[in-house]
């Protein structure tokens, strides 16, 4: 049975860097869904890349050209298969601030080209993006793209979740552990109740006083009775 050819489409974003090679990169995207790698074949040279494809479900022949602006370094360029398209990390030769001004040598427009904006940063705003998820989602099954993977979104920042508002803070730790407030005993400062004044002798005292003037009332209602 025949299949027809077609030209996949391609999309593309870039970093530079003069100092970091990591992230003087071509990121470049070639959508060809159920196409499986044992039907590729990629051709990726310093100046280009040819690629060509198959799927049986679609009954296509998935083929396309790219010259590029500038060289790269093949043996740093990774490459890696999904079921939906071929995704590249290009290592550009040239360790440059600017940009490429372009893909493709040749400036003429070509309709399956296009921008990748969930990846693109614009060249005076690399710095501001520079740990943003771009690069990172290339270090899954890249072939060892050292130090651009595993980031694993972060995974809750390990007890500062579940607790809704003030910041994910544990507060049963600030009461020594049970969850409560803390122990005023253990505070400093406090008297202790060897230091507290005998109630049992201030209440005898002031008894005492209290029946002092008794009994000389007493004594004086006596002496009346007795005159």
């Not at 996949?8 to 970093?15: F, I």
């Not at 990390?89 to 070509?110: G, S």
């Not at 793209?145 to 995974?155: D, F, H, I, T, V």
């Not at 500062?160 to 049963?172: A, L, Q, T």
């Amino acid at each position: 049975m025949s299949t027809t050819q077609t030209t996949p489409e391609v999309l593309w974003a870039q970093r530079s860097s003069a100092t970091v090679a990591s992230k003087n990169v071509i990121f470049l995207t070639i959508s060809v869904p159920d196409v499986p790698a044992s039907s590729c074949k990629i051709d990726l040279k310093p100046n280009s890349l040819t690629f060509t494809g198959h799927s049986d479900t679609k009954k296509l022949t998935y083929h396309v050209e790219l010259n590029f602006y500038g060289e790269i370094d093949v043996e740093e360029s990774k490459t890696n298969h999904t079921p939906r398209d071929i995704e590249f990390v290009l290592r550009k030769k040239d360790m440059k601030e600017e940009y490429w001004p372009r893909l493709l040598k040749d400036a003429q427009k070509v309709h399956f080209l296009k921008t990748d904006f969930s990846k693109w940063v614009d060249e005076d705003e690399q710095e501001e993006k520079a740990d943003d998820s771009d690069m990172n989602q290339f270090g899954g099954g890249m072939g060892g793209m050292e130090g651009m993977g595993g980031m694993g979104g972060m995974g809750g920042m390990g007890g500062m979740g579940g607790d809704g508002g003030f910041g994910g803070i544990d507060f049963s730790k600030l009461g020594g552990g049970d969850g409560g407030m803390p122990d005023l005993g253990d505070m400093g400062g406090e008297e202790s109740d060897d230091d507290m004044p005998d109630l049992e002798d201030e209440e005898g005292e002031k008894d005492a006083e209290a029946e002092e003037p008794k009994g000389e009332t007493g004594a004086a209602h006596k002496i009346e009775e007795v005159s």
